[in-house]
C-alpha cells in the first residue's frame, strides 16, 4: 500500500488540495479529508468504458483514426468543453482548434461566461481564497449555495475557517446571502436577501445607490425592503475586509453580464471606503484554466473562431449554444463536459445529426449520441496536469494510478498530428493532380 499526501481534488472550482490517498493494487482503497463528493470521485471504478463507433464497442485507435478522418474532412468543426481537463489539455484543444480553423467554446459560455464580459467592461477587484480565509469579517454569497455545491469551501476558504486576523471563525464573520430562495447557504446567513425572481439588477442598484449616499424613493426594490437595504449597505461598508463570491444565480437570470457588471461596480464603490474583493464561485474543476489558457493563447477567454486563420472573439456568435442552435457546424469534439445534458435541447439535439466525437472518462449522455467515444484517463487520478481555482491559483493535479488509456491532453495531441498528416496528403495529391 501506498499512501499520496495533498493531493489535489479536481471535482469542483474550490480544488481542495489536502486530499490523503491510500492506493493498493493500483486501484484508490481510501480517501481522507475529502467531501462526499470528492469521496465518490475518487474511488469510483477508472476504465470501465471502451471505445466506441456509432454505439458499438471498437478498438481505441481504429476510433481515433475515425475520428481524425472526420475532423480532417469537416469545414467549420466546433471543440466544445474543457472544464474538467487540465490546462495541458485545454493548449492542446487550442492548438488541434487553430489547425482546423474551428470554433473554441468551453463551458464558460454557458455559466459565468456574462461575469467575464463584465469584468472586461469594469475589472475585477479580487483575490485569492487565502485573503477571504484570513482578511474577511464579511462575506457575501449571491446567487451561489456553496454549501450543497461546493461543500468543503464554507470549513476551508470562507465561512468556517479561523485564519489570521479571524481568529475564531464563523464568530467573527457575518454572513450575507442573496437568492430567490432559501437554499442551504441561506439558512447560514446573518442576514438573508430573498431577491424577486430576475430582479437582481435593481437589487445592487439599490445597494450602489445607498453606498453612494443617495436617498431611496420606494419602499421595496427587487423585492427587498429600504430598511433591509440600508442595514445591508451598514455591514458592507463597516467590514474590514469582505469578499464578495456569485454564481450563475446571478450570471444567468435576466440581465446577464448587466447584472454581474453592477455587482463588480458594487464591490468597486466598497473599495472607496472599505477594502472588498470579489471571487466568481466557478463550478467544474478546471473551467477556471479554460478562460486562462484560451486567453494566453488566443487573447480571449471563449467564444473564439479560427476560420481565418487567426483567433476572433463574439460570444453570441461562437458559442456553443448559438452555433448549434444555428446549425452552423458540421462536426463537433466535445472534450471533458457533457452538453447533451446541459445544453437546451434545440442545440443538445443537433449533436446527434452532425458527426460527434467525445473524449472523457465516463460513457455520458452526450456520448451516447456520438458518432465517436475516446475514453481517456481522468486527470488528477489517472493522468497529470495542472489545474485553476476558482481564484485563479494554478495548482497541480497529480497522477496516483494507471490507467489503460492515454491523457486527454496525448489523444487531443494525437488527433492534430493526424489531422496535420491528412492535410499535408491532400496538398500532395492535389499537387500531383
Not at 48 to 63: L, N, S, Y
Not at 76 to 88: F, Q
Not at 149 to 177: C, D, M
Not at 327 to 343: H, K, M, N, Q
Request: net charge negative; with cysteine; proline share 5%.
Amino acid at each position: 500500500m501506498k499512501t499520496f499526501e495533498n493531493i489535489v481534488c479536481s471535482f469542483c472550482g474550490s480544488l481542495c488540495d489536502d486530499i490523503v490517498l491510500e492506493v493498493e493494487d493500483n486501484a484508490i482503497s481510501k480517501v481522507r479529508g475529502g467531501c462526499a463528493i470528492s469521496r465518490r470521485r475518487f474511488l469510483g471504478p477508472i476504465d470501465r468504458e471502451v471505445p466506441r463507433i456509432d454505439g458499438q464497442e471498437a478498438g481505441f485507435d481504429e476510433a481515433l483514426d475515425i475520428a481524425v478522418e472526420i475532423l480532417a474532412k469537416a469545414r467549420h468543426p466546433l471543440i466544445y468543453g474543457l472544464s474538467s481537463t487540465s490546462s495541458e489539455a485545454q493548449a492542446a484543444a487550442v492548438k488541434l482548434g487553430e489547425t482546423l480553423g474551428a470554433s473554441v467554446d468551453s463551458t464558460s459560455s454557458v455559466c459565468h461566461g456574462p461575469g467575464t464580459v463584465a469584468k472586461q467592461l469594469v475589472g475585477l477587484p479580487t483575490c485569492t481564497l487565502g485573503e477571504v480565509k484570513n482578511r474577511a469579517d464579511v462575506v457575501v454569497f449571491w446567487g451561489c449555495n456553496p454549501v450543497e455545491a461546493h461543500p468543503r469551501h464554507f470549513s476551508r476558504y470562507s465561512v468556517q475557517a479561523k485564519g489570521l486576523h479571524i481568529e475564531e471563525g464563523r464568530r467573527n464573520r457575518k454572513v450575507i446571502v442573496a437568492d430567490v430562495r432559501r437554499t442551504a447557504t441561506a439558512r447560514t446567513a446573518d442576514i438573508f436577501l430573498q431577491v424577486a425572481p430576475n430582479e437582481d439588477f435593481q437589487v445592487l442598484t439599490a445597494l450602489r445607490a445607498v453606498i453612494g449616499g443617495a436617498e431611496l424613493e420606494g419602499e421595496a426594490f427587487g423585492g427587498i425592503s429600504r430598511d433591509e437595504i440600508r442595514t445591508t449597505c451598514n455591514i458592507l461598508q463597516n467590514a474590514e475586509y469582505g469578499g464578495f463570491f456569485f454564481g450563475m444565480g446571478l450570471t444567468m437570470t435576466q440581465g446577464t453580464h448587466y447584472n454581474v457588471r453592477q455587482a463588480l461596480s458594487l464591490v468597486r464603490d466598497l473599495n472607496e471606503k472599505t477594502a472588498f474583493a470579489v471571487i466568481p464561485m466557478r463550478g467544474h474543476g478546471n473551467v477556471a484554466g479554460a478562460e486562462t489558457v484560451l486567453a494566453w493563447q488566443t487573447g480571449y477567454p471563449f467564444g473564439i473562431n479560427f476560420s481565418r486563420g487567426y483567433p476572433r472573439y463574439n460570444p453570441g456568435e461562437f458559442t456553443v449554444t448559438d452555433l448549434l442552435s444555428r446549425r452552423e457546424v458540421d462536426a463537433a469534439l466535445i472534450v471533458a463536459s457533457d452538453p447533451g445534458a446541459t445544453l437546451p435541447a434545440r442545440a443538445a439535439s443537433f449533436l446527434s445529426e452532425i458527426p460527434t466525437i467525445v473524449i472523457d472518462p465516463n460513457y455520458s449522455a452526450t456520448a451516447k449520441l456520438a458518432r465517436v467515444f475516446l475514453p481517456s484517463a481522468p486527470v488528477g487520478v489517472a493522468a497529470s496536469g495542472t489545474g485553476y481555482r476558482m481564484d485563479q491559483v494554478p495548482l497541480p493535479l497529480r497522477k496516483v494510478i494507471d490507467s489503460k488509456y492515454p491523457s486527454d491532453h496525448d489523444i487531443l495531441l494525437a488527433i492534430d498530428k493526424g489531422v496535420t498528416e491528412c492535410s499535408a496528403s491532400k496538398e500532395v495529391l492535389s499537387m500531383i493532380l
